[in-house]
Every structure is written in structure tokens, then in C-alpha cells.
């Protein structure tokens, strides 16, 4: 398994299954300040090309995120923030 980081991220949340249903949260605008309770607007669908877009979507994203790791690394290097 692999984690990665992609910093300041906040568009919908989505899920893909079996690259063909696709569930995800509409009208998140930042999902740091939305709980899992609070995601009542929920879209569903088997469209094939709407699953594959919101993969497509996973795919870029990842591409540009780096390994968990490094950033935990940096983080510490950093130290607590400053208040």
C-alpha cells in the first residue's frame, strides 16, 4: 500500500468502483470544514464514462502528490507551527 500527500486539496470527495459506479459528495466547496455526517448531497451513477473521468481525475492528482513519507519528514524538519 501507498500513501501520498497532495497539499491543499479541496474538491469533491469521491469514490470509484469496478471503474464502471461512481459515488460522490456535490456542493463541497472546502472539506476541511465538512464532517462525513454533514455530506447529505450525494450523486450516484453507473456511467461508465462519468466513472472513468472521476478516475481519470485520481490519476492526475496522484501524479502530482508525493509519498506521505516526505512530508512527514518535512513537517518534522519544520517543527510545531508558530503561533
Request: glycine share 2%; charged share 25%; no cysteine.
Amino acid at each position: 500500500m501507498e500513501v501520498r500527500h497532495f497539499d491543499k486539496y479541496s474538491g469533491l470527495l469521491f469514490f470509484v468502483f469496478d471503474e464502471k459506479i461512481s459515488l460522490n459528495a456535490i456542493n463541497v466547496t472546502d472539506l476541511k470544514r465538512v464532517s462525513l455526517s454533514e455530506l447529505v448531497s450525494v450523486l450516484w451513477t453507473d456511467d461508465r464514462a462519468y466513472a472513468q473521468y472521476l478516475a481519470s481525475t485520481f490519476e492526475l492528482l496522484w501524479q502530482q502528490s508525493i509519498p506521505a513519507e516526505q512530508r512527514i519528514q518535512e513537517l518534522l524538519e519544520q517543527g510545531p507551527p508558530q503561533v
